[in-house]
């Protein structure tokens, strides 16, 4: 079955701290992977995405997220955290739907972030 | 460059009262979506639209209906409301194309419209 793990419910880090929220997948192909944040009181707004290529994807806000295919991984990292990343964060898988793709989403993992 | 507007943003209804909520894009995407979001449950399609003049049902349908009359415009109603739908709901949409690879499934949201039923 297609699914989507975010294993950590909440996580607090201090400002100035290094960031990994961790999302595992299970898809039998090749998947597109995104990371999407919430702020609170607002939408979601796109993070990054993986399509293919280089395993090592840049985003917006200074994150980043490595695929790994052997773990069907896609971390996101930030080597410095600030309180403006406290927010509710999602990955999602978009996987072969038809003709068209669906997404799957994980239930997301809250940061919180002391000063 | 207003891309996914939702209104109302907030609403109270009381049991069995009916509504619409309004979702316009201005990117001339073919695909849109109701989601709704609830605490420990993540996101939760509702309903989808391939294109104007169809809807599809979503994991969660029942209770809601849509309707997709113009592109830019899709329309999410609850007929009789139950407290069981009190919940946050996103509106998004995606780009398409007649190339399948194009299609990469990428999401623009809403800013969503909260609505409490009592």
């Known amino acids: 079955a297609q699914s989507v793990t975010q294993p950590d419910i909440h996580i607090t880090v201090s400002e100035g701290a290094s960031l990994e929220l961790r999302c595992n997948y299970s898809?039998?192909?090749?998947?597109?992977l995104f990371w999407y944040v919430q702020s609170p009181g607002q939408g979601l707004q796109l993070l990054l995405k993986?399509?293919?290529?280089d395993t090592l994807v840049q985003g917006i806000k200074g994150f980043e997220a490595e695929f790994k295919r052997s773990q069907s991984s896609f971390n996101l990292r930030k080597p410095s955290v600030h309180w403006s990343d406290a927010a509710e964060y999602f990955c999602?898988?978009?996987?072969?739907?038809?003709?068209?793709?669906?997404?799957?989403w994980g239930l997301g993992t809250s940061l919180a972030v002391n000063p | 460059n207003a891309g996914v507007t939702q209104t109302p943003k907030f609403r109270v209804l009381k049991t069995g009262q009916s509504m619409t909520l309004l979702c316009a894009q201005d990117?001339?995407?073919?695909?849109m979506y109701w989601y709704r979001q609830d605490p420990g449950m993540g996101l939760r399609l509702i309903h989808y639209?391939?294109?104007?003049?169809?809807?599809a049902k979503g994991e969660v349908p029942d209770g809601y209906n849509v309707s997709r009359l113009k592109k830019q415009n899709f329309l999410l109603g609850l007929e009789s409301a139950a407290p069981s739908q009190t919940s946050v709901y996103f509106c998004?949409?995606?780009?398409?194309?007649?190339?399948?690879?194009?299609?990469?499934?990428?999401?623009?949201f809403g800013e969503g419209s909260r609505l409490t039923v009592l």
């Open positions: 999602a898988v978009g996987v072969n739907a038809g003709n068209n793709r669906k997404l799957i």
């Open positions: 639209s391939v294109g104007e003049g169809t809807t």
């Open positions: 898809y039998g192909a090749t998947p597109y």
């Open positions: 990117m001339n995407h073919e695909y």
């Open positions: 998004a949409s995606s780009y398409s194309s007649l190339s399948f690879l194009r299609n990469t499934g990428e999401l623009f």
């Open positions: 993986y399509f293919s290529g």
